[in-house]
């Protein structure tokens, strides 16, 4: 399924649109501001006033392809719009959006001609899908899940638990992952569209819900399915035992869009602590003046902006490689999600104790760092990402690596126009080809540019050695009983894949970066750097000009009212 011609143009007026609807957030007079979204997490709940704003904008048409009449055609187009929701609660950047989203992507991709007509109408009336995936027993394995779909005449009936499941209650449809075959493999199971008000009673029992420190207003549910009758036409897919096929092409785009949504909590995050520290009064000056808490402030900018390339890039070859996304998009879903964690714990230490107020001015920051932290495992879990490129690296490190060409140029130019997205196109397999390394080993051979040049050469160098070291891999290390040694060279994998994306962006995508300090790169890629380890390729005061020129950047970026991701965009307070 294809969603249509991509020709956005109007990706600043919707956004600049929903920002005014929402307001400034950091207005305490605000209904839908930082202040009413702390007092509805004090009780657990969504924030209703927020849900009927997203209501009136229509949110959930960005989930909709073009030609089922929602907006859905460029993903890093749909990343911008949710980092508006996402910067001010992820509870509803979650809990109204990405759980709609994660849902009906498997739709999509799977359903025939009836069920996609049949989502999209529900989603474009403003009501909700959920995707019940999971069962504690097995966490992020699915693939043993013993939730039951049998075959009951010519429909089927489902038995079984699911839990942590977003939404359960409040949606109006669920896609529901179940087994179809005892026996074990990837033909066992199959997906299922299930309308809810088609269950009868008695059917379906709720569980309460399970308590968790972060995302407190989101429904986090469980229920029980008791011979629940479903229709032989409920079934996504032309045959069962395509559950799993499903779910890993759905992946590639929630594993790389979901991570990019979440740039927004760190923006918002990084804001509030730069505004603490030039608030604070210590040793007759502003914290700000203290280069421990600008060295600390450079740094976060500098992480959020490689996370910012490597997420949008990786959006962007959904449309342009999309053959490659089946390592990309968990590659992004490991790394970015690291990257915004270690970033918001990093700027705890610049808030002191404030970081932990629960309101006031800075009381959001707790907050935020509260519902960033299942970043790292919710939907899929950071080692579960690994465990999906293990398998990859030995044909990836033999013939593709440095074989290869590098990926096309439009891919690094955020923001420019893109082909049609081809749901049919993410399949799950071995990619052949790797054109974001391609883009390294020609940027290593080619730029001679100071800095840049010695970073280029330093992840090239990187490459080389996972070469060698993935072509040795046995049979156990790719799978999930690897040995530590194994997962780490995924993780070296995702830093030098990173690299290569910010250097791309840094060579070919300049136009769509307007007045960003070109010092943004250089600092990103020490910042990856500094993961793997090793001699470092700066010499400490260049590092401090870097941190120094990023700690700048966020300042300007603050005082002028506008993000501190690539975009640079001006926003609403």
Known sequence: ???????????????????????????????????????????????????????????????????????????????????AVWRRDPCLGLGYGASSFIASVNVWSAGDERQRREVADLLLANRKVASAYHELAHGNDFSRAEFAAVRDGTGWRLDGRKEVVTNLRRADALVVFARTRPDPGSRSHAQFLVPKAGIPEGALRYLPRFPSSGMRGVQLGGAVFNGCPVPGDALLGDEPGRGIETALSSFQLTRSALPSMCVGVVDTGLRAALASALDRRLYGGAAADLPYVRAVIGRAQADLLAADAFATVVTRALHVLPEETGVSAPAVKYLVSRL???????????????????????????????????????????AACQVTILPQLPRLARRAWFEGGPAPAGLFRLGGDLPPLDFGALRPGAPRSDGLSGTLVETAETCSDGVVGRFAARFRDELDRLRRDCAALGPRDLTIDARPEAYALAGRYTVVLAAAACLGVGRHGRDGLGDLDERWLPAAL????????????LTEPERRDLEEAMFRLARERHDGRRLLDLTGRAVRG
């Open 1 to 83: 399924m294809s969603t249509g011609t991509s020709t956005i143009t109007s990706t600043a007026t919707d956004v600049d649109r929903l920002d005014g609807l929402l307001g400034d957030p950091w207005d305490a007079g605000n209904p839908t501001g930082f202040a009413a979204l702390l007092e509805a997490d004090e009780r657990e709940e969504m924030h209703a006033e927020s849900e009927r704003v997203l209501d009136g904008y229509g949110l959930n048409a960005e989930f909709v392809p073009v030609g089922l009449g929602g907006r859905l055609a460029q993903v890093d187009r749909l990343v911008q719009v949710m980092r």
């Open 526 to 537: 020490d910042r990856l750097d500094r993961r793997l380890g090793g001699p470092p390729v």
């Open 340 to 382: 915004l964690i270690d970033a918001m714990d990093e700027l705890r230490t610049v808030l002191g104790a404030r970081a932990y107020l629960r309101d006031g001015p800075f009381g959001v920051f707790q907050k935020l760092a509260r519902d960033l932290a299942p970043a790292g495992f919710a939907h899929v879990s950071r």
